[in-house]
């Protein structure tokens, strides 16, 4: 492993959490990202949803505007656009999150 882009490693780690729906375990792994890289968006927005599918919408609500400060224009159509590229069909449960934490369309 590379010590350089030792937070990469996290983000796969946080898919497999999410995908587990074990979202509280997700959560620090998320944390810990963005503490590491804090101008990456991706583990944001694993944050938000792990924080819509617990029913903890106030939290995602902020992590929604911390993210925006990040990149203003970041958007759930911009969002899906990006997964288009990486899997065959976008991941409708986080951009169901995302609509429902404040991000706009």
Same mark, same amino acid.
Do not use: T
């Given at each position: 492993?590379?010590?350089? #882009?030792?937070?990469?490693?996290?983000?796969?780690?946080?898919?497999? #959490? /999410? #995908?587990?729906? *074990?979202?509280?375990?997700?959560?620090?792994? %998320?944390?810990?990202?963005?503490?590491?890289?804090?101008?990456?968006?991706?583990?944001?927005?694993?944050?938000?949803? %792990?924080?819509?599918?617990?029913?903890?919408?106030?939290?995602?609500?902020?992590?929604?505007?911390?993210?925006?400060? /990040?990149?203003?224009?970041?958007?759930?159509? #911009?969002?899906?656009?990006?997964?288009?590229? /990486?899997?065959?069909?976008?991941?409708?449960?986080?951009?169901?999150?995302? *609509?429902?934490?404040?991000?706009?369309?």
């Amino acid at each position: 492993l590379n010590p350089n #882009y030792r937070g990469r490693y996290l983000g796969p780690l946080q898919v497999s #959490y /999410i #995908y587990l729906k *074990r979202y509280n375990d997700a959560i620090p792994v %998320c944390k810990k990202q963005i503490k590491l890289e804090p101008g990456l968006f991706w583990p944001y927005l694993n944050l938000i949803q %792990c924080y819509i599918a617990l029913n903890r919408e106030k939290e995602a609500h902020e992590v929604v505007a911390e993210v925006l400060k /990040i990149n203003p224009k970041l958007s759930v159509k #911009y969002v899906a656009k990006l997964l288009s590229r /990486i899997e065959k069909v976008p991941d409708e449960n986080l951009l169901e999150a995302l *609509r429902k934490a404040g991000l706009p369309e």
